[in-house]
């Protein structure tokens, strides 16, 4: 029965999970209040920007992807918040639908470019990282824009400071998007469409599933929510900054390879990358809570990836 | 190539010249961009200098195209196992920050830490091999985590930059006199022509192209899978020895790049990412094109801030064309 229940995929998130709570009874014996529910809590909230990169990242996973803009769209995503709404509320809707449209459309391009002109995921994404690099770069000049209220609408702050029913609205979102994103792939055509092409893109086409227009929604997926991190970030530190998006790349990988997504597509659930995400962030607070100097945290942080992927992250059949 | 063709007498050898072709398309494109490269420079230099480029500029081209040269290079040789190394930036550092901290020598010492940075280098590419070969991991996933380890052990070494390479080990390995570098081209040629010939070199392109297959024709696929990722990390040593010579200093994070670009550059250069085409020759050319592009964006005018967009734009373009190109290629044979 619980043999039937825990299959290699729950197991494995499982095992995420239970990777997260260890480290915060260790962080708890390091640091007293660390696991106290302030902690928890804000810990969950930066983990909660790792989630939703993670979201995309999972799509694209799931077809055997990989989504490298993720760092520059987040930072565009950021920036565009902050420049078109001015700072004020009453231009806050506007600024939101266009920064999320923009993730969505330039996540349509990298769709595109790989599912009609044939260009290996690495390459394209990696490019496309490479042009919204400059094009943020330039078109706010660097950033030098100081008497442009370059901050972000109060609402979209209280979004992720002020509570409701005891947890930042932030969380209540990530929430509803675990929801929605487990149940859009595990209850829906489109969520079986997309784990068919990501176990065999020649017989889901053979099968009548459209790959390309698949593949173009969940880049475009990818880049909403790298989008939409970028305006948590920006609610979270009130400004943006050049650069910030660049730790979300390889976090959000682990993060999703952790929780059980298999690397190479088909297999694996957003729930999973969620526990990596918190896993992860748990991980880096507790080297923090060591007063752990940076080189010794990014030793560690590579010795507890590859332990965890020692641990279930195997191939079965070995060449 | 119609005219090619037709010279050679018996049908076996035009199979076999059309087969050479259809194997090398990548190669034969990447040294057309080069050349359109090279004389897109030419051009724009001059209409923005009034002259054209003499020695100086060539020198400069060469020591700063060596890191990436053999990053490419480093990539190279585990992309074609069908793998892929992000942790050649984090090598890179790590040799780089050694090579600063040890080399301030007497020559003796100089030349036996250089060595040293060599297995170091190949050491770290060791691990990563014996993780992906019997660890049974992804590659990608192995050398995302040891590139973090990498970089922190680089930091540890070298926690600011600084340090110092003594003279003479620039001038062998990036004399800002004269365009010495030049020679590494045809050792690179070289080397890479020996390895394609050794029992490893041709394991290494069978199980690029099917493990399975490579298995049962009794090649060890763990054995070549751990050298590959070996002699990739021997690589990345030299492009972190080649870095410190350029800039006559380490830095614990200045490889950091060169993880990407190595992947650039060895795209550019005909190697498929998935497994089993390409070659190391070709990655040094599209090192080299990665940096003249670079060149050609400067003397461009265009605003700086936007060098990665045309980057960016550049490295789709040339892929696509690649991709239409050798699929006509090969549909015509």
């Given at each position: 029965m619980i043999g039937k229940l825990l299959t290699r995929d729950r197991r494995r998130i499982l095992y995420a999970f239970i990777a997260g709570i260890v480290l915060f009874a260790i962080g708890q014996a390091v640091r007293p209040g660390f696991a106290s529910f302030d902690g928890i809590r804000s810990i969950l909230v930066v983990a909660s920007f790792v989630g939703l990169v993670a979201a995309g990242q999972t799509f694209v996973i799931l077809i055997g992807g990989i989504d490298l803009s993720v760092p520059w769209v987040l930072n565009a995503g950021a920036i565009l918040m902050v420049t078109s709404s001015l700072g004020s509320d009453a231009r806050a809707i506007p600024a939101l639908a266009l920064t999320l449209g923009m993730g969505a459309l330039v996540g349509a391009l990298n769709g595109a470019g790989i599912a009609l002109l044939g260009i290996p995921a690495v390459v394209m994404t990696l490019a496309m990282n490479g042009i919204m690099q400059g094009l943020t770069l330039g078109l706010s000049g660097g950033m030098t824009c100081t008497n442009c209220g370059a901050y972000a609408p109060p609402i979209v702050q209280a979004a992720v400071h002020s509570r409701f029913l005891g947890l930042p609205i932030v969380l209540w979102l990530w929430l509803g998007i675990i929801i929605i994103v487990s149940f859009v792939l595990g209850a829906t055509r489109f969520g079986r469409s997309t784990y068919t092409v990501g176990n065999n893109a020649r017989a889901s086409h053979l099968a009548g599933i459209n790959v390309s227009v698949v593949t173009i929604v969940l880049y475009a997926l990818s880049g909403l929510f790298a989008a939409l991190a970028g305006i948590m970030l920006v609610g979270f530190g009130g400004q943006a900054a050049l650069g910030m998006g660049e730790p979300y790349l390889f976090q959000s990988i682990a993060a999703v390879v952790i929780g059980g997504v298999y690397i190479l597509g088909g297999r694996g659930h957003y729930l999973g990358s969620v526990a990596g995400a918190i896993s992860l962030t748990v991980l880096v607070s507790v080297l923090l809570a060591f007063n752990m100097p940076d080189y010794g945290r990014s030793i560690i942080y590579g010795v507890v990836i590859l332990a965890l992927l020692l641990l279930y992250g195997r191939e079965e059949d070995s060449a | 190539m119609p005219e090619q063709t037709v010279l050679m007498p018996s049908g076996v050898r035009r199979g076999r010249m059309s087969h050479a072709l259809v194997q090398n398309v990548g190669l034969v494109l990447v040294i057309s961009l080069l050349s359109a490269c090279i004389i897109g420079y030419c051009v724009i230099y001059?209409?923005?200098?009034?002259?054209?480029?003499?020695?100086?500029?060539?020198?400069?081209?060469?020591?700063?195209?060596?890191?990436?040269?053999?990053?490419?290079?480093?990539?190279?040789?585990?992309?074609?196992?069908?793998?892929?190394?992000?942790?050649?930036?984090?090598?890179?550092?790590?040799?780089?920050?050694?090579?600063?901290?040890?080399?301030?020598g007497p020559p003796l010492q100089t030349a036996l830490w250089t060595v040293a940075i060599l297995l170091i280098g190949g050491a770290c590419g060791l691990v990563n091999g014996v993780l992906v070969a019997?660890?049974?991991?992804?590659?990608?996933?192995?050398?995302?985590?040891?590139?973090?380890?990498?970089?922190?052990?680089?930091?540890?070494?070298?926690?600011?930059?600084?340090?110092?390479?003594?003279?003479?080990?620039?001038?062998?390995?990036?004399?800002?006199?004269?365009?010495?570098?030049?020679?590494?081209?045809?050792?690179?040629?070289?080397?890479?022509?020996?390895?394609?010939?050794?029992?490893?070199?041709?394991?290494?392109?069978?199980?690029?192209?099917?493990?399975?297959?490579?298995?049962?024709?009794?090649?060890?696929?763990?054995?070549?899978?751990?050298?590959?990722?070996?002699?990739?990390?021997?690589?990345?040593?030299?492009?972190?020895?080649?870095?410190?010579?350029?800039?006559?200093?380490?830095?614990?994070?200045?490889?950091?790049?060169?993880?990407?670009?190595?992947?650039?550059?060895?795209?550019?250069?005909?190697?498929?990412?998935?497994?089993?085409?390409?070659?190391?020759?070709?990655?040094?050319f599209g090192a080299f094109v990665t940096v003249m592009v670079v060149n050609i964006l400067f003397f461009s005018h265009i605003d700086p801030l936007y060098q990665t967009f045309y980057e960016g734009l550049f490295l789709l373009a040339a892929v696509v064309s690649a991709n239409m190109i050798g699929s006509f290629v090969r549909r015509r044979r």
């Amino acid at each position: 029965m619980i043999g039937k229940l825990l299959t290699r995929d729950r197991r494995r998130i499982l095992y995420a999970f239970i990777a997260g709570i260890v480290l915060f009874a260790i962080g708890q014996a390091v640091r007293p209040g660390f696991a106290s529910f302030d902690g928890i809590r804000s810990i969950l909230v930066v983990a909660s920007f790792v989630g939703l990169v993670a979201a995309g990242q999972t799509f694209v996973i799931l077809i055997g992807g990989i989504d490298l803009s993720v760092p520059w769209v987040l930072n565009a995503g950021a920036i565009l918040m902050v420049t078109s709404s001015l700072g004020s509320d009453a231009r806050a809707i506007p600024a939101l639908a266009l920064t999320l449209g923009m993730g969505a459309l330039v996540g349509a391009l990298n769709g595109a470019g790989i599912a009609l002109l044939g260009i290996p995921a690495v390459v394209m994404t990696l490019a496309m990282n490479g042009i919204m690099q400059g094009l943020t770069l330039g078109l706010s000049g660097g950033m030098t824009c100081t008497n442009c209220g370059a901050y972000a609408p109060p609402i979209v702050q209280a979004a992720v400071h002020s509570r409701f029913l005891g947890l930042p609205i932030v969380l209540w979102l990530w929430l509803g998007i675990i929801i929605i994103v487990s149940f859009v792939l595990g209850a829906t055509r489109f969520g079986r469409s997309t784990y068919t092409v990501g176990n065999n893109a020649r017989a889901s086409h053979l099968a009548g599933i459209n790959v390309s227009v698949v593949t173009i929604v969940l880049y475009a997926l990818s880049g909403l929510f790298a989008a939409l991190a970028g305006i948590m970030l920006v609610g979270f530190g009130g400004q943006a900054a050049l650069g910030m998006g660049e730790p979300y790349l390889f976090q959000s990988i682990a993060a999703v390879v952790i929780g059980g997504v298999y690397i190479l597509g088909g297999r694996g659930h957003y729930l999973g990358s969620v526990a990596g995400a918190i896993s992860l962030t748990v991980l880096v607070s507790v080297l923090l809570a060591f007063n752990m100097p940076d080189y010794g945290r990014s030793i560690i942080y590579g010795v507890v990836i590859l332990a965890l992927l020692l641990l279930y992250g195997r191939e079965e059949d070995s060449a | 190539m119609p005219e090619q063709t037709v010279l050679m007498p018996s049908g076996v050898r035009r199979g076999r010249m059309s087969h050479a072709l259809v194997q090398n398309v990548g190669l034969v494109l990447v040294i057309s961009l080069l050349s359109a490269c090279i004389i897109g420079y030419c051009v724009i230099y001059y209409i923005a200098q009034h002259r054209f480029p003499g020695g100086f500029e060539l020198t400069s081209t060469l020591d700063n195209t060596m890191p990436l040269a053999f990053a490419a290079l480093a990539q190279t040789f585990v992309v074609l196992t069908r793998g892929i190394d992000l942790s050649v930036g984090g090598v890179i550092d790590l040799t780089n920050a050694v090579a600063a901290q040890t080399l301030n020598g007497p020559p003796l010492q100089t030349a036996l830490w250089t060595v040293a940075i060599l297995l170091i280098g190949g050491a770290c590419g060791l691990v990563n091999g014996v993780l992906v070969a019997v660890g049974r991991l992804q590659p990608i996933l192995v050398t995302l985590a040891t590139l973090s380890i990498f970089q922190g052990i680089a930091i540890r070494v070298l926690p600011q930059p600084g340090g110092a390479i003594p003279p003479g080990f620039t001038s062998v390995l990036a004399n800002p006199n004269y365009p010495t570098s030049l020679l590494y081209i045809p050792l690179i040629g070289i080397i890479w022509a020996i390895f394609r010939r050794t029992r490893l070199g041709v394991s290494v392109y069978a199980v690029g192209n099917d493990a399975t297959a490579a298995s049962s024709h009794g090649i060890s696929v763990k054995r070549t899978v751990i050298l590959a990722y070996t002699l990739g990390g021997v690589a990345s040593a030299m492009a972190g020895l080649f870095l410190a010579a350029n800039a006559t200093a380490g830095d614990a994070t200045t490889g950091d790049t060169y993880t990407l670009t190595s992947i650039v550059a060895a795209v550019l250069g005909g190697v498929s990412l998935f497994g089993g085409r390409g070659s190391g020759l070709g990655a040094l050319f599209g090192a080299f094109v990665t940096v003249m592009v670079v060149n050609i964006l400067f003397f461009s005018h265009i605003d700086p801030l936007y060098q990665t967009f045309y980057e960016g734009l550049f490295l789709l373009a040339a892929v696509v064309s690649a991709n239409m190109i050798g699929s006509f290629v090969r549909r015509r044979r």
